[in-house]
């Protein structure tokens, strides 16, 4: 290449440019994990909604009922932790989509959560990628 021609742009994978729709509610007690995540989330074109508190997230659920897309709910929290905010939601809305995240390992909150129906679960501290493969399937387009 000629010193003075300019650099080849690189080209993105097809799967970084995906763009989804939606809305998601994002559940953490921690507000620079759930500013991160809601920034990541509406990069891939979906609305985002944020609580800071299960309590806080049951309201929101109540208000808009059939708004929600996905949950995205944080396993950890003090007050109403991710499993009795999961098991409200569920009662309120047994079809709303529910993903925990957590820093925990994937195998315990699949045991904590077994036969409870969670849509799935996604390792803090998590990527662009594994956050948008999680998108994926509840993307109205």
Partial sequence: MHPLSPEPKPV???EQRWRG??????VDDEE???LTAAHMIAYFGFEVRQA???LRALDILRENVRAFDLVLLDLTM????????FTAIRELRPDQPVVVFSGYS???????FAGQNLNGFLQKPFSVDSLREILQPFSRK
């Fill in 12 to 14: 993105a994978p097809r």
């Fill in 78 to 85: 003090p007050g109403m932790d991710g499993f009795a905010t």
């Fill in 106 to 112: 994937a195998q315990d909150a699949k045991r904590r």
């Fill in 32 to 34: 620079a994990v759930r």
């Fill in 21 to 26: 729709s939606g809305t998601v509610l994002v």
């Fill in 52 to 54: 800071e508190s299960g």
